[in-house]
């Protein structure tokens, strides 16, 4: 039997809806079945059968139980289908769907809304993208302005000069910015040995350079070193010729403070010549002299200690390297005692070369020294 075509038929299922049929099967399309009351008069005409049941679909209306697509029975004679025009069909006959003549599914308000979901969604989209535009411009702009803006720095200033300036034997009380450094200009008129030092509050942990005309530092302190309460306090000892130096102070972890820098002349130094030499310096103290030597020289230097005493020898070339011994080699010339210092260098650039000779442990000094300068 020929099954039939696709529409709208009552529900096997439920009673009270009516079911799309696609002409094999049963959709998942239903609409509730329509409650209609035709017009006196009409019956005939519109199909409904002689009783005009409101709720219709019975056996009155044209539609056998047989009928039914899906029914064991089949397709009767009594179910309607296959009649001549004018026989009962249900409201909306099969291919036309009932009520608003749309299908069920475009009535389902689940439908419609994700139709509205799909819109918001792309609004949505569109929207953000709009944002992203506009931050990613504003970076753009700003990184231009960053560049052309040449006065921008990338770190704290450090001021390289100040006007300052620190005298020998005197004391000077500077500010140190936080994050920075404060310089003093130091002017040294006599070779000697001096003494720079810093004094500060408790929770203060200043920190002392001393720089050479050229930028190089010949001197360093942090703790120790000095005579004050604050035990973060430093100080150092150095010999220094006639010139101008840099004295740079900083703060250790970075916060501002108030420092006072003092420096002192313990010892003048001699001007010397070739030859041999007493040498005598108190306990914390070191004997200190000045020999002037050409480019390109050859300097020895031998210090032989009395009773034996255990002596340093600390030299500084004219341009500001440094030479050290304390206790001479097997390769040195013989003496008396080891512990008897020797040095043996060449000067490249000729100038003042300062000798300082001292006790080892801050131990008085007493004895003698050879100074051969060979051209």
Same mark, same amino acid.
């Given at each position: ?51 005009? !049941? ?5 056996? /009155? /209306?044209?539609?056998?139980?047989? /009928? ?29 769907? @009932?009520?608003?003549?749309? @299908? ?28 992203? *535009? *506009?931050?990613?411009?504003? $970076? ?5 302005? =960053? ?28 500010? %140190? ?7 003093? !200009?130091?002017? %040294? &008129? &006599? ?49 220094? $010729? ?6 740079? *102070? ?10 006072? $820098?003092?420096?002192? !002349?313990?010892?003048? =130094? ?8 007493? $040498? ?10 000045? %020999? ?64 300082? *000779? ?18």
């Amino acid at each position: 039997m020929t099954a039939p075509a696709s529409g709208w038929y009552p529900d096997p299922e439920q009673q009270d809806q009516l079911r799309y049929w696609d002409g094999q099967q049963w959709t998942p399309h239903r609409t509730p079945m329509p409650h209609r009351t035709p017009p006196s008069g009409h019956a005939q005409a519109a199909g409904l059968g002689q009783s005009r !049941q409101p709720t219709g679909y019975g056996q /009155a /209306a044209g539609y056998g139980q047989p /009928a039914v697509p899906g029914q064991p029975s089949g397709y009767s004679s009594h179910s309607g289908y296959g009649q001549q025009p004018g026989h009962s069909q249900p409201p909306g006959h099969p291919g036309q769907p @009932p009520h608003d003549q749309r @299908p069920p599914w475009e009535q389902q308000p689940a439908q419609r809304s994700s139709g509205r979901g799909l819109i918001i969604g792309l609004g949505l989209g569109i929207g953000l993208f709009l944002v992203l *535009v *506009v931050v990613l411009v504003v $970076v753009i702009v700003s990184r231009i302005g =960053a560049d052309e803006d040449t006065t921008t720095t990338t770190g704290p200033e450090r001021p390289q000069e100040n006007p300052e300036t620190l005298s020998v034997d005197d004391s000077v009380t500077v500010h %140190v910015p936080d994050d920075a450094e404060t310089r003093l !200009q130091l002017s %040294v &008129e &006599e070779a000697g040995l001096y003494h720079v030092a810093t004094q500060s509050e408790q929770g203060t942990d200043p920190v002392l350079a001393l720089q050479d005309a050229d930028g190089t530092e010949i001197a360093f302190a942090d703790d120790g070193g000095t005579d004050s309460p604050n035990v973060m306090d430093g100080g150092f000892e150095t010999a220094l $010729v006639p010139g101008e130096y840099d004295v740079v *102070v900083t703060e250790f972890s970075g916060d501002p403070a108030e420092v006072t $820098v003092t420096t002192e !002349q313990i010892a003048v =130094a001699e001007q010397l010549e070739d030859g041999e030499h007493t $040498v005598e310096a108190a306990a914390d103290a070191a004997w200190l002299a000045t %020999v002037d030597v050409p480019d390109g020289a050859r300097v020895v230097l031998d210090v032989r200690g009395d009773d034996g005493a255990d002596l340093v020898l600390d030299v500084v070339l004219p341009d500001g390297s440094e030479e050290r011994n304390d206790d001479r080699s097997v390769r040195d010339p013989e003496s008396d005692s080891v512990l008897d210092p020797y040095l043996e260098f060449d000067v490249d650039e000729g100038g003042v070369l300062t000798i300082m *000779v001292s006790g080892s442990g801050s131990g008085a000094a007493s004895g003698t020294i050879s100074i051969e300068v060979e051209d």
